[in-house]
Structure formats: C-alpha cells, structure tokens
C-alpha cells in the first residue's frame, strides 16, 4: 500500500500554517506535522501583532481550523535543530518544509548599542505580548525620553504602545508583566526617527492615522522637516498610499498641542551616530543624532547622506526597529549575507549549488522579512507546488509512522504539546481573559503553558 505523503513544516506561524493549508488543498494524502520550538502556535501572530490589533489576529482562526484536520498534528515545544536533527527529519519525512520565519534583528552598529535600555524593537514587541524567552526582559521605562529608530509599523507599534494609557489597553491581551509595567511608565516623549523624509516612510497610513486618535498623548511633526525635494515627490506621485501618508502628516504638522500628557515626535532626517551613558555609565543617558539630506542616487534611488551637523538629545530608552534578520538552523544551508535560506521557487539550494532533495523553505527565512502576513500565502503556495512536483524523499515505511517520531522524542526526554494540549492552554487564556473583558489573559512561560496543557 502507499504510503501518505509525510512533510515535517518546522515553523508553526503564518509561513508555516499557509504552507500546510496550500499542500493540504493540493493533494489529499498528505499528512503534516507542524513543529515548533514553543508549546503555543501562531508564532508571528500572537507573540509579534500588536496587543492593540486585534482584527489582524483574527487569521488565527484559519489556522484553527487547519490543526482541526486530522490530516495535520501539532507538536510543540520541539526545538529542531536540538531535540530533532536534520537528519531525523529526513529518516522520518518525505519532505521538511523550513518556515521558522525571522526572528533575529538588525543592529544599528554605533557605540553604546549595548548600554542598558538599548534594546530590539524586535525584543521589546516579543515582552508585551508575552513571548516566553522575553518575560524577563525590564525595559527601563522610568525615565522621560524614549527613542524608536525606524519607521516602519513595528516602529510604530512600539511608540503607540509606549503612548498609551491603561485604558486604552485595557480590552487587548497585552502580557499582563507590561500592562503593570506601562501603567506605571514615567516616559513622557516618544521620539521616532527616520533617517530620510517622509516620503520614504514605510508605514502603513491605518497606523499612522492611530496617533492621532491617541487618548493622552499629542502627536507633533516639524512642518520645517516636512519640505520634501521635487524628486522624492516625483517618486511617489503614483504611489496612493504614500501620497495619504503625507496627508496625514501634513494635518499633524498644522494640528495645535492638546496639552496632554504624553508627546509623539515624528522625526525626519535623523540617523544616530552614538548612544551615550548616563552618569552611572551602565545604561542609556544620551542619544546624538546627525541630520540628513535627501538626495537622489545614479539609479534614482532616494538616499540619505550625513551633514555632519549633530545634536545630543537626552535618553533613556532607544529602541531599534530596522529590520528583521533570520538565522540559520544545524545542518541546514543558510546564506549568512542575506539572513535568508537560499533557494530557488522553495527548493532548498546547499553550498555546492546543487538542490537539497526533500528540503524545502517558506515565509520570511525564504524571501528576507518582508510583506504583511497574508503575504506569507502565495509565497506558500509557490513552495508546495514545488514540493509536490519533485519525487519524495524515499524513506523506511516503519520511520514514516507518527508513532516513530513520537517514539524518538519521548526516548529524549521531549515534553510535546499536542492539538489537545493547546486547546486546553486557549481554554484557560480566554477564560480568564473573560473575567477581565479581555480577549485572553496569555501564559507567558514555557511551564505556565505546559501545566495549562496538562489540565484537564
């Protein structure tokens, strides 16, 4: 008889849940198994959405209905790389799918990137919506001045959710460590910086709109940095988002201060040079900042250049959100320059050039982080296709029996959280999210999940 088609999707956020809905709808044998390093799946969705956006959560409820198919098991908290090799992968699948997405960031590489209270935007995102490796982070918040260097949404996730009241947050499911934490927040300034102009603002104009409509804090932007030069205009007369995305900006620069408590700058031409200690020379006291001009590259690119005319700006936080970077897993190829696992249509690419048979990628450590979730979908569906075109790995029909791998992993001493599992870690988030007018109330360590999973 024949056996079903086994693929390993290491990776149980958008990229993964979107490849295993594309190989599912294409072929009816197939049979996944979605593994993730954390006991809780979504990956992307719940620990990287702001608290605040709610409606964007809501495509979990797709990849609800995907771990209801009993084509499709779940097996949390399996760190490939460490509790599976790629070698058990290959002896147990037919295929291994690789969407583990991008988890890593960019550094910003100027002195004082490490003084305490200089964090990742990208670490800072992960501690409010209760990502277990960031419980422990204690961003600093008991100072006036916060910088946020980037401006894309995630820059302006981290500025609005430092901008908010209690309140305001109060019907999110924000971790509840940093609703207690923010509640408390002595910053009072919120400074974003984008080393070019406006017009090159990578925002969406929905966010943006959203400081606007903050409770307690004035948004303010410079009308002097909202000149912009005849050719970053040009380049974006066709582009209707950015055109909005000047409008709104425009209506901040006139708005007059409200007087509230808390104050938004949305600032141009900036780019830091250094990050300063305070007196105890330990964490963030400073941040010097060069301004910049616009000006337009041989290949029409809209660039910054340094003036060289700088200016130092108290701090007490800077938070860096320039870009997501993927990493590399054991024994996996993995292209260190561009942070992405090489490729070509999904089909993993090794170091001699050749395609690794039966190893395939999706999601961000495909393509670099890029894209808004749904983006993850068609980037999905090119991958299966070519997972379902090529032979399948050949492998031992007593290795392809579920029971195989679960053998392996209960012979490691590997607590794997099932479907069943994580119903019940749902159940009790969303309960007790009810009590407090919540969506749910997130477990936010590895054994608060665990136990949650055991309950019956």
């Known amino acids: 008889m024949d056996l079903p088609l086994r693929v390993a999707v290491v990776g149980a956020g958008p ?25 809780a799946p979504f990956g992307l969705v719940r620990y990287g959405v702001a608290p605040d956006h709610q409606k964007i959560k809501a495509v979990t409820r797709v990849f609800e209905r995907l771990l209801d198919d009993p084509r499709v098991r779940f097996l949390g908290g399996v ?12 002896r147990h699948y037919h295929a291994t799918v690789l969407a583990y997405g991008a988890a890593g960031d960019r550094r910003l590489g100027i002195p004082g990137e490490d003084l305490r209270g200089s964090l990742s935007a990208t670490d800072f995102v992960g501690w ?39 309140a305001e947050l109060a019907s999110s499911d924000i971790a509840s460590h940093a609703a207690a934490a923010l509640a408390s927040s002595h910053v009072t300034d919120i400074v974003v910086l984008g080393r070019r102009g406006p017009a090159e603002a990578k925002w969406t104009t ?16 410079d009308p002097a940095e909202m000149d912009i030069m005849l050719a970053s205009r040009a380049a974006i007369e066709d582009d209707k988002a950015a055109l909005r995305n000047l409008e709104v900006l425009e209506g901040f620069a006139s708005r007059p201060l409200a007087g509230k408590r808390r104050r938004v700058y949305l600032r141009f031409l900036r780019s830091p040079r250094a ?75 090794g170091a001699d050039g050749a395609t690794v048979p ?51 992993l209960q012979g490691r001493g590997v607590t794997v959280l099932d479907r069943d599992g994580w119903r019940r870690i749902d ?6 999210g009810a009590a407090e007018g919540r969506p749910r109330v997130k477990l936010v360590t590895v054994q608060e999940l665990l136990d949650a999973a055991k309950t019956p």
């Open 128 to 166: 409010y919506n209760g990502h277990p490796d960031l419980t422990d982070l204690a961003p600093p918040l008991d100072r006036g001045w916060a910088y946020v260097v980037g401006v894309g949404n995630v820059a302006v996730d981290v500025a609005r959710l430092l901008a908010k009241t209690p």
């Open 358 to 408: 039966g190893v395939y990628v999706a999601g961000w450590i495909k393509r670099g982080p890029s894209g808004v979730i749904g983006t993850n979908k068609p980037d999905a569906v090119e991958t299966a296709q070519s997972l379902l075109e090529d032979p399948a790995r050949t492998i031992d029909p007593d290795d392809a029996r579920p029971e195989a791998v679960d053998a392996l």
């Open 15 to 39: 990229a993964g849940f979107y490849a295993t809905e594309a190989l599912l709808k294409q072929r009816e044998d197939v049979r996944v198994d979605v593994i993730d390093r954390l006991p």
């Open 427 to 432: 159940e009790a988030e969303t309960t007790a």
């Open 275 to 349: 990050i300063e200690p305070d007196a105890s020379g330990t964490r963030v006291g400073a941040i010097v900042l060069e301004r910049n001009k616009l000006v337009e590259r041989p290949n029409g690119v809209i660039g910054a250049d340094g003036t060289g005319v700088s200016e130092r700006l108290p701090a007490s936080l800077v938070l860096r959100s320039v870009g997501y970077r993927g990493r590399g897993l054991p024994d996996f190829p993995f292209d260190e320059r561009k942070a992405i696992v090489p490729n070509q249509r999904g089909r993993v690419i």
């Open 79 to 90: 760190e490939v790389g460490r509790e599976l090799s790629a070698d058990d992968l290959a």
């Open 206 to 221: 929905k966010e943006l709109r959203e400081f606007g409509e903050l409770e307690d804090a004035d948004v303010i932007v």
